[in-house]
């Protein structure tokens, strides 16, 4: 850990992993916790670089970070952070923190749970999250194949989960 210290604060910058990003945590003199979240942007930065081995310029690329001070919990599609041309700054698989499961592997599906609880399905042409409670109604895809009335509420992780890999493979 490194310590900088500020006028009346302190900056602390804290590091896992590499596989995790570095968050940093500033402690204001008034006892205020901010927590900053780093994602990977979509855009990488491109250096040329000579290769010694060959003597031929390559590009080398930086994943830079956009920081956050959103819970990944409270994360959605609605504060995606955008450019002002409304193109997203980071993957969306990254901002809602996805984690691809073995059962989506196994069925052919793009999806995951996140950390906000819900499980998403997805494709080229559209993402959908499905969690414990929510209502699925008759104009659903999924809602064709299951032989339940609609509408009707999902009970458990596992019919969430089910329904997350039914409309990943419905809209491939």
Same mark, same amino acid.
């Given at each position: 850990m490194r310590f900088k210290k500020y006028i009346n604060s %302190?900056?602390?910058i804290i590091q896992d992993d590499i596989s995790n990003p570095i968050n940093e945590v500033t402690a204001m003199a008034t006892g205020d916790i901010a927590i900053n979240y780093d994602v990977p942007k979509i855009n990488k930065e491109k250096k040329k670089k000579l290769n010694p081995k060959t003597n031929r310029m390559k590009f080398s690329r930086?994943?830079?970070f956009f920081k956050t001070n959103i819970k990944p919990e409270?994360?959605?599609f609605k504060n995606l952070p955008r450019y002002a041309n409304k193109k997203p700054i980071c993957r969306f698989q990254? %901002?809602?923190e996805i984690k691809t499961d073995d059962d989506f592997k196994k =069925?052919?599906?793009s999806g995951g749970k996140s950390s906000n609880g819900k499980y998403y399905g997805y494709s080229h042409r559209a993402v959908f999250g499905f969690k414990k409670g929510d209502v699925v109604k008759n104009d659903h895809h999924i809602a064709r194949d299951r032989?339940? =009335?609609t509408p009707y509420?999902? =009970?458990n992780d596992n019919d969430a =989960? %089910?329904?997350a890999i039914r409309f990943s493979r419905e809209v491939s």
């Amino acid at each position: 850990m490194r310590f900088k210290k500020y006028i009346n604060s %302190w900056y602390v910058i804290i590091q896992d992993d590499i596989s995790n990003p570095i968050n940093e945590v500033t402690a204001m003199a008034t006892g205020d916790i901010a927590i900053n979240y780093d994602v990977p942007k979509i855009n990488k930065e491109k250096k040329k670089k000579l290769n010694p081995k060959t003597n031929r310029m390559k590009f080398s690329r930086k994943t830079k970070f956009f920081k956050t001070n959103i819970k990944p919990e409270d994360r959605s599609f609605k504060n995606l952070p955008r450019y002002a041309n409304k193109k997203p700054i980071c993957r969306f698989q990254d %901002w809602l923190e996805i984690k691809t499961d073995d059962d989506f592997k196994k =069925k052919g599906a793009s999806g995951g749970k996140s950390s906000n609880g819900k499980y998403y399905g997805y494709s080229h042409r559209a993402v959908f999250g499905f969690k414990k409670g929510d209502v699925v109604k008759n104009d659903h895809h999924i809602a064709r194949d299951r032989k339940r =009335k609609t509408p009707y509420t999902i =009970k458990n992780d596992n019919d969430a =989960k %089910w329904h997350a890999i039914r409309f990943s493979r419905e809209v491939s």
